[in-house]
T-cell receptor, first 112, second 119 residues
Framework: DAKTTQPTSMDCAEGRAANLPCNHS???????VYWYRQIHSQGPQYIIH???NNETNEMASLIITEDRKSSTLILPHATLRDTAVYYC?????????????FGTGTRLTVIP | DTGVSQDPRHKITKRGQNVTFRCDPI?????LYWYRQTLGQGPEFLTY????????KSRLLSDRFSAERPKGSFSTLEIQRTEQGDSAMYLC?????FGQGGLGLYGYTFGSGTRLTVV
C-alpha cells in the first residue's frame, strides 16, 4: 500500500474550517484514501474514505485531487473536541493487506 | 453493542512477568486486529484474525507474544517475560468483511486500548 505524507501539526481557530492536507503521490488506481483520528487516550476513530470522488458525511468532507496524488480532509466548523491526531491512510480494497499503516499523522489543535 | 471493549485499561507490571489482555470485538464482526502504539507514533500492526484463524502476523510480534481467538469471538494477547520496551498502548480493532475488503463501510472500529507499563 502507498505511503502518505502529512504535516506534523496544525492549528485552527474554533468555529473555522480545518483543512488537513495529505500527499499520496504513489497511490495506485485501486487504492482508497481513508482518514482516521485519534483523540488523546482513545483508539483511532474512522472519519471518512474515498476513491476518486469527493465525499461528505456528518463528520467531514474529503476532497481528492483529479490526479489522486493528494487529498484534503475538511472539518467545516472545528470545535475544541476536534483536537486530535489525524491520520491519512491509503489502502487497497478489497484485496489489500489487512493492516493499516498509520504513520505519525497531523496533530490538529483547535484554539478557543 | 457498545463497540470494541478492551480489558484492562491500564496494566503496570514488573519486568519479566507475563501479562494478558482481552479484547471483545463488535459481535457481528468476524475480523479482529491487534495494534501497538508507542508514544508519539501511530499504531503499528501486530496480528489479524478472521474468525478463529490467525491469518497474519507482523515481524513486531516476537516469540514472546501470542494471540488467540479461540471461538472466533473475544481475543487475548499474552506477552511473556515482559521487557521495558514492551511498554505501549495495545489496541484492538474489529471489522466485517462485508464491503470493501474487510474495512467495511466504516473502516475498523477500535477499542480504547490497554496501556502497559513495564517497570
Amino acid at each position: 500500500d502507498a505511503k502518505t505524507t502529512q504535516p506534523t501539526s496544525m492549528d485552527c481557530a474554533e468555529g473555522r474550517a480545518a483543512n488537513l492536507p495529505c500527499n499520496h503521490s504513489t497511490i495506485s488506481g485501486n487504492e482508497y484514501v481513508y482518514w482516521y483520528r485519534q483523540i488523546h487516550s482513545q483508539g483511532p476513530q474512522y472519519i471518512i474514505h474515498g476513491l476518486k470522488n469527493n465525499e461528505t458525511n456528518e463528520m467531514a468532507s474529503l476532497i481528492i485531487t483529479e490526479d489522486r496524488k493528494s487529498s484534503t480532509l475538511i472539518l467545516p466548523h472545528a470545535t475544541l473536541r476536534d483536537t486530535a491526531v489525524y491520520y491519512c491512510i491509503v489502502r487497497v480494497a478489497p484485496t489489500g493487506a489487512n493492516n493499516l499503516f498509520f504513520g505519525t499523522g497531523t496533530r490538529l489543535t483547535v484554539i478557543p | 453493542d457498545t463497540g470494541v471493549s478492551q480489558d484492562p485499561r491500564h496494566k503496570i507490571t514488573k519486568r519479566g512477568q507475563n501479562v494478558t489482555f482481552r479484547c471483545d470485538p463488535i459481535s457481528e464482526h468476524n475480523r479482529l486486529y491487534w495494534y501497538r502504539q508507542t508514544l508519539g507514533q501511530g499504531p503499528e500492526f501486530l496480528t489479524y484474525f478472521q474468525n478463529e484463524a490467525q491469518l497474519e502476523k507482523s515481524r513486531l510480534l516476537s516469540d514472546r507474544f501470542s494471540a488467540e481467538r479461540p471461538k472466533g469471538s473475544f481475543s487475548t494477547l499474552e506477552i511473556q517475560r515482559t521487557e521495558q520496551g514492551d511498554s505501549a498502548m495495545y489496541l484492538c480493532a474489529s471489522s466485517s468483511n462485508f464491503g470493501q475488503g474487510g474495512l467495511g463501510l466504516y473502516g475498523y472500529t477500535f477499542g480504547s486500548g490497554t496501556r502497559l507499563t513495564v517497570v
